[in-house]
């Protein structure tokens, strides 16, 4: 399928569906989990799920999780973001799953990136692709499975002494974003910033590690 068939859609675009209440915007693509019941009922969704997609030939990456939960993740390969395409197959599985009796919980959906501060990235990237196995992609370095966390490098215009250099940034649904901080306020963390909100919150454990609980909003 020609590049020229893809309408592109943004992270505002598609919060705007309200028919499609079961997904969420999450770091690139909208993603969802289905709770199926039961285990073999988790796979006879999956593979209504994939015969959807074939049908379509547009395929989703799908994971399976006893007991019974099934996590969805919609992009467009071709083009390397969200699409039309993307929002049409998240209507039909989502019908799918109604039909199956499978629910959704889209809040649960989260994916998780490392980062490193560094004054010289192309120096330190090469190391971290040949000891994770990793393939660069210009921006971050990923697993080529997509199944562990990007690593990217943040450039800094000085050194860094008096924090950390390596932080985990975790990307939620939009709506789920301030219950995620208070709680990690509420388990004995900090909140070092709060200047980017709403695209992310800085936070600290107590020993000064930090993470970011990060989404797609204003950014």
């Known amino acids: 399928m020609a590049l020229m068939d893809y309408t592109p859609v943004s992270a505002e675009e598609f919060a705007a569906i309200e028919e499609l209440a079961d997904w969420r915007f999450v770091l690139g693509a909208i993603r969802t989990d289905f709770r199926a019941g ?5 796979a006879v969704l999956v593979s209504a799920i994939a015969s959807a997609s074939e049908r379509a030939n547009h395929h989703p990456d799908i994971d399976v999780r006893y007991p019974d939960r099934v996590r969805v993740a919609l992009t ?3 083009t390397g973001a969200l699409s039309s395409h993307d929002v049409a197959l998240a209507r039909e599985i989502s019908s799918i799953a109604s039909e199956s009796d499978a629910f959704a919980e889209p809040g649960r959906s989260q994916t998780t990136e490392l980062a490193i501060d560094t004054m010289d990235a192309d120096r330190i990237r090469p190391f971290w692709a040949a000891i994770l196995g990793y393939v660069d992609q210009g921006s971050c370095l990923v697993d080529p499975l997509r199944s562990g966390p990007p690593l990217w490098f943040q450039q800094m215009d000085e050194s ?3 924090r950390g250099r390596f932080h985990v940034d975790v990307s939620v649904p939009h709506d789920v974003a301030d219950q ?3 709680a990690a306020v509420a388990a004995g963390g900090t909140l070092v910033t709060d200047r980017f909100a709403r695209s992310w919150w800085v936070l600290a454990d107590a020993d000064g590690n930090e993470a970011c609980i ?3 909003q204003d950014r």
């Open 180 to 182: 995620r901080t208070a």
């Open 76 to 78: 467009t390969h071709a």
């Open 160 to 162: 860094r002494t008096e």
């Open 38 to 42: 039961s285990y073999p009922k988790a």
């Open 214 to 216: 990060c989404t797609w």
